[in-house]
């Protein structure tokens, strides 16, 4: 029965990817795309990775959902003129077999893996004591690899700035996205009053609990910049000026605060972003704390937008 049940949600993750490439309108990809996005999620879930799975949640089939139906709402007067314009067969034909080409090739790849696969979980498994954490990933992400997951949280801090860089000149400075208009008395208010209590509890509890079990920073900060949004849309609060001198503190404190800790491994540790014996868990707390409110702020603002009215109501 497991192995039918592996079998089933293989083919209808095959099917969704499937469905999202060859589908004709922008809209009916991006719902194809979230409900991929969902199932890659369960999937992860049977392989028990559940950070993996959370964060797939969260960024994979939440987040990025939401900006892809974001862009497809926008490009929908033009879609018509768009399909109309497309490629020729050449062209097509060319990039199916590209496409086929990547697949075959990906396809060997994992075929040919010796067995077992070569996996460097042993030599996490046998340091992970020095970082005072019992969650391998947050191991990884903040220790062993430290590095990357530091350019993560610029790559995004940029990738804000280039939704905001998208902003008319008039409106530099002002509130991102539309004043959202709703009934406060209707069932959207009501969500928006009753639900985010739970889910910033909920969020602080995925993120501090990180350390020694699955959750972790992305996943609390999504978790709580949803339902930022939620009280957004319902028109219970109105998003701050990008002006503000608080919110672009909090921007850049994960980061820097990423980067200094960075900095004293240097001189205690002799390199950059070591930590020194003994104190290894409390500064990967202090850089999670740190990114927590950084990364909330992003996503959210990410998902709202550039810029479009002026800083004052």
Known sequence: MSDALNIGLAGLILGLALW?????????????FMAFGL?????????????????????GGGLTGA???????????????????????PTRWLAAGVSVAVTAALAVGVLAL????????????AHIAVTGVGNPITAVLLAFRAMDTLLEAIVLLFALIGVWSLAPDRFWGGRPGLRQQADPNGILAYVARVLPPIGVIAGI????????????????ATLMAAMWLLVMM?????APPISRTWL????????????????VGVVTADAFLAYPPGIAKPLILVIEFALMPTLTLILGLMLVGAPQRGPLP
């Open 20 to 32: 999202s490439i060859v589908a004709r309108e922008a809209f009916a990809a991006v719902e194809g």
């Open 39 to 59: 199932l890659l999620t369960l999937a992860w879930v049977q392989l028990h990775g559940i950070d993996v799975a959370l964060t797939e949640a969260a960024i």
């Open 67 to 89: 900006l892809l139906i974001g862009a497809a709402t926008r490009l929908r007067s033009t879609e018509a003129a768009a399909r109309v314009e497309g490629p020729g067969a």
């Open 114 to 125: 010796p067995v077992p696969a070569p996996t460097l979980a042993p030599d996490v498994a």
């Open 205 to 220: 509890y995925i993120f501090w609990v990180g350390a020694d079990h699955p959750g972790g920073k992305f996943q609390g």
């Open 234 to 238: 319902a028109g219970l609060a109105d």
């Open 248 to 263: 672009r503190i909090l921007l850049v404190a994960g980061p820097l605060v990423f980067i200094a800790i960075g900095v």
